[in-house]
C-alpha cells in the first residue's frame, strides 16, 4: 500500500514522529523528510514507507490494548470509570527515567493524547498524569503496557 503525501504526514504525525526522529531513522536529512511531504516532490522510499506503516500497526495495537483495559474496568465495576489516567512524559530524559519500555517519548504521548481523544468522546474523563506525581497510580498504569 502506497500512503498519499498527506497520509504519509498524517500517519508520522499521528504516531508521533518527528520529521528529525524519521529523517535519523532512514539516514537521511530532515529536508528529505520534508519533500516526501510536500506535493510534487520526491516519493519516500517503499522501507520508509512500510516502516512507518509498522509503526501504525503498533501504535493503533497500543491504543487498543489501553481502550480494551478500561472496557475491563467497565465490565467489574458494570459502568463505565469517570475518568481514567494516563502516563505522560515531560522530555525524553524523563521517559528515560520513568518509562517501562525503551522507547521514545514522543511516541508514548502520542499513544497517550489518542486514547484521551477516544475516551472524551465516550464521555469518560481522561487526566494527564506524570509518573512522580504518584509513584503507586504508576506502577499500576505501566503494568498495563
Do not use: N
Given at each position: 500500500m502506497t500512503l498519499s503525501k498527506a497520509?504519509?504526514?498524517?500517519?508520522?504525525?499521528?504516531?508521533?514522529?518527528?520529521?528529525?526522529?524519521?529523517?535519523s531513522r532512514a539516514g537521511v536529512k530532515v529536508l528529505s523528510v520534508k519533500r516526501w511531504e510536500k506535493p510534487g516532490e520526491a516519493e519516500p522510499p517503499a522501507d520508509v514507507q512500510t516502516w512507518l506503516e509498522s509503526m501504525l500497526t503498533q501504535h493503533v495495537e497500543a491504543v487498543e490494548a489501553a481502550l480494551d483495559a478500561v472496557d475491563g474496568i467497565e465490565e467489574v465495576q458494570g459502568n463505565p470509570p469517570d475518568h481514567v489516567d494516563l502516563l505522560y512524559y515531560r522530555s525524553q530524559a524523563h521517559y528515560d527515567t520513568y518509562g517501562r519500555d525503551e522507547g521514545d517519548y514522543a511516541i508514548v504521548n502520542a499513544r497517550s493524547r489518542e486514547i484521551a481523544a477516544i475516551l472524551e468522546a465516550q464521555g469518560i474523563e481522561a487526566r494527564f498524569r506524570y509518573p512522580e506525581d504518584d509513584e503507586a497510580g504508576f506502577q499500576r498504569l505501566a503494568n498495563t503496557r
Open positions: 497520509q504519509f504526514r498524517e500517519t508520522r504525525e499521528r504516531c508521533g514522529i518527528s520529521q528529525q526522529m524519521l529523517a
